[in-house]
């Protein structure tokens, strides 16, 4: 069955360095999302992403994160100067089409950021 | 700002009981809906969407949509111990021209006994 991939499963790293979170969609989805979710906390909305651009971003999405799909497989999320409050779980998620088309989120395994 | 409620629990089943979780949304124009079930340390794995009001059924899962209410419920006929999970409710809150995106609720824990 088709996945999303995201890689590394735990990324450690100091307050103020640069960290890249990588994923593989489906490979027929062409809508993307980066998700994150803080221990104990909701799943919560950051970026979504199609046909090389943004489409909408949250209040959280700000100018420290930026994201990139640099060829035909990998879509990926950067934070510029990280911060301690970044620390949480990152999702990857893609869809075959608009989600009010009665498409359906995928999510993938998640990248644990921990932040010191 | 548009919100999705649960109850974040634990709800506590024995084996072979049914399980009901409740989710309320805040937006009425909010068109798709969606649970997911997530074990700890582990993503969000979509069990069921429901777009129309009424029930719809998949295996031992049933959701139940009612947008009058703005209520979405999910039952779970015949829970097991494997079932015990978070279980996240989830609301496509965008329409129109967008992409659309999906705002979840915090969760609502179950815990089925053997």
């Known amino acids: 069955e088709p996945e999303v991939t995201q890689t590394p499963s735990h990324q450690v790293t100091q307050m103020g360095q640069e960290v890249i979170l990588r994923c593989v969609p489906i490979?027929?989805?062409?809508?993307f999302y980066w998700y994150r979710q803080i221990l104990g906390q909701k799943v919560e909305f950051l970026v979504s992403f199609y046909n090389n651009e943004i489409s909408e971003k949250s209040e959280i999405f700000d100018d420290q994160f930026s994201v990139e799909r640099p060829d035909g497989s990998n879509f990926t999320l950067k934070i510029r100067s990280t911060k301690l409050e970044d620390s949480a779980m990152y999702f990857c998620?893609?869809?075959?089409?608009?989600?009010?088309?009665?498409?359906?989120?995928?999510f993938g395994s998640g990248t644990q950021l921990s932040v010191l | 700002q548009k919100e999705v409620e649960q109850n974040s629990g634990p709800l506590s089943v024995p084996e072979g009981a049914i399980a009901s979780l409740n989710c309320t949304y805040s937006d009425r124009g909010s068109q798709s809906f969606f649970w997911y079930r997530q074990y700890s340390g582990k993503s969000p794995e979509l069990i069921m969407s429901?777009?129309?009001?009424g029930d719809k059924e998949d295996g031992r899962f049933t959701a139940q949509l009612n947008k009058a209410s703005q209520y979405v419920s999910l039952l779970i006929r015949d829970s097991q111990p494997s079932d015990s999970a978070t279980y996240l409710c989830?609301?496509?809150?965008?329409?129109?021209?967008?992409?659309?995106?999906?705002?979840f609720g915090k969760g609502t824990k179950l815990s089925v006994k053997p």
């Open positions: 998620a893609s869809s075959g089409g608009r989600l009010q088309s009665n498409e359906k989120l995928f």
């Open positions: 429901i777009y129309s009001n």
């Open positions: 989830a609301v496509n809150t965008d329409y129109g021209g967008s992409q659309g995106n999906l705002i």
């Open positions: 490979s027929n989805h062409l809508y």
